[in-house]
């Protein structure tokens, strides 16, 4: 549902019309969300047309009232903005980085088998044997990256094999140009600062999302998908 149609449900909610049928004009509607009366009549019409609300008009006015579907779309809301104000954390945070060619140090790390069983088993993908590695310009960007750390995260055990020891590792799910899911990996030896970030994917990213070195990469982090 549009944000915009959604308030006329919530309007209608506030005069009443969740427990019983209420008057509504057109004209009273739309000086309360203040829109034009025929925009107001456009939502009743697709509000009744999807069940959200019940009319009846006739030539004393017209009654209006909320339907059970439309009682649940308001309480769905209602949910989610309850999660979004008393969460102790966000439910995500963006990033927004330049695209530059590393030296394939994220490929070794990746391939590593203590590694990738743990991303197998914690993200639900085998990684493409590579990082897509982004730089952070912005004060904002740095900012949010350094708060990062304080948040719930995805624990990536260390390990060791016959030559070396491997250290431990956090990631978070991540959503890249909103149209590829991935995951943020922080501190797998990286010989890379804070103002770095390297990303996984089940799939060779730059091939998929067309991208080159100098392209600015958005990354929405799920934080409530830790886990």
């Not at 427990?19 to 034009?36: N, P």
């Not at 094999?161 to 890249?176: I, Q």
């Amino acid at each position: 549902m549009r944000p915009t149609l959604w308030f006329t449900l919530y309007e209608l909610a506030e005069m009443g019309a969740c427990g019983r049928a209420v008057k509504v004009s057109t004209e009273y509607l739309a000086e309360r969300m203040g829109c034009s009366q025929q925009t107001a009549s456009r939502h009743l019409i697709r509000l009744e047309r999807e069940g959200l609300i019940k009319r009846s008009v006739s030539a004393k006015g017209c009654l209006v009232r909320v339907t059970e579907p439309g009682m649940a779309e308001l309480k769905r809301v209602y949910s989610g903005l309850h999660s979004v104000i008393e969460a102790a954390v966000p439910p995500s945070v963006i990033l927004e980085g330049e695209l530059f060619s590393g030296i394939g140090e994220g490929a070794y790390y990746v391939t590593r088998d203590g590694y990738r069983k743990q991303f197998i088993e914690n993200l639900g993908f085998d990684p493409y044997p590579g990082t897509l590695n982004l730089r952070l310009t912005t004060d904002y960007d740095l900012r949010t990256r350094a708060e990062l750390e304080k948040y719930p995260a995805i624990e990536i055990r260390g390990f060791s094999d016959e030559s070396r020891t491997f250290g431990p590792a956090k990631c978070y799910r991540a959503v890249v140009n909103n149209r590829a899911e991935g995951a943020v990996i922080l501190a797998m030896r990286s010989h890379y600062n804070a103002s770095v970030v390297e990303v996984i994917a089940p799939n060779y990213l730059r091939g998929r999302l067309k991208l080159k070195d100098g392209h600015k990469v958005r990354l929405e982090i799920l934080i409530s998908k830790t886990q």
